[in-house]
Structure formats: structure tokens, C-alpha cells
């Protein structure tokens, strides 16, 4: 069983950056695939991006690409989401998962999620 924990979200404006951590325990961090997703209020939970277990390829949503950048330490255990050049429409919860696939964009592919973390940006 994997716990993970989101950290680092929290109010920006236009234009500024914040990153994302989540910390993962009780299992083999390194054998999991992570993925970000996003929630907005009233909407589904979107694919934000991926990146695979080895760190070395990495993929992402139209709506984020160039802006936003997933890594991976795994010797902390810990996947990170840089968010730059933040826009009003990127306020959402921004959840961390873990899932077996190689390239996993759909939320059913992810086994353990975390609880979440508020990022809101005002314009």
C-alpha cells in the first residue's frame, strides 16, 4: 500500500511559478509510475501530465505544455510538479497518483492517489 501526500500548494497571481511535491511511503517508489491530475470546481478530473519510473521520459497535457514540468527524485521518494506562468484557469486541485502503466493519461490507471492540494490563481 502506497500513501501519498501533496504539499506546496496555495494562492498565486498571474504569471507566477509554485511547485508541487508529493512525498510517497510504504512501497517500492521506484517501480511506480506517477502522474499529476486536476480537479476543477464543478468539472471532472483532468490528466495533467506523467512522467515514468526511471524519470527519464516525461509527458503532458496540450493545456500545460511548456509551462509546467514533472520530476522525480527517487531516492526521496518524492515527484514534483513546477508550475510556471500560472493562469486563472490552472485553480484546481492538483492531485498526485501512482499506477503500474508506462505512460498512464487516464485516472483509472493509477492505483493510489493523494489527498490533494489547493492552487489557486487570481488574475
Known amino acids: 500500500q502506497v500513501q501519498l501526500v501533496e504539499s506546496g500548494g496555495g494562492l498565486a497571481q498571474t504569471g507566477d511559478s509554485l511547485r508541487l511535491s508529493c512525498a510517497a511511503s510504504?512501497?517500492?517508489?521506484?517501480?511506480?509510475?506517477m502522474g499529476w491530475f486536476r480537479q476543477a470546481p464543478g468539472k471532472e478530473r483532468d490528466f495533467v501530465g506523467v512522467?515514468?519510473?526511471?524519470?527519464?521520459?516525461?509527458y503532458y497535457a496540450d493545456s500545460v505544455k511548456g509551462r509546467f514540468t514533472i520530476s522525480r527524485d527517487n531516492a526521496k521518494n518524492t515527484v514534483y510538479l513546477q508550475m510556471n506562468s500560472l493562469k486563472p484557469e490552472d485553480t484546481a486541485v492538483y492531485y498526485c497518483?501512482?499506477?503500474?502503466?508506462?505512460?498512464?493519461?487516464?485516472?483509472?490507471?493509477?492505483?493510489?492517489w493523494g489527498q490533494g492540494t489547493q492552487v489557486t490563481v487570481s488574475s
Open positions: 497518483a501512482a499506477g503500474g502503466t508506462y505512460y498512464g493519461q487516464n485516472q483509472y490507471e493509477y492505483d493510489y
Open positions: 512522467i515514468t519510473r526511471n524519470g527519464r521520459s516525461t
Open positions: 510504504g512501497g517500492i517508489f521506484s517501480t511506480y509510475t
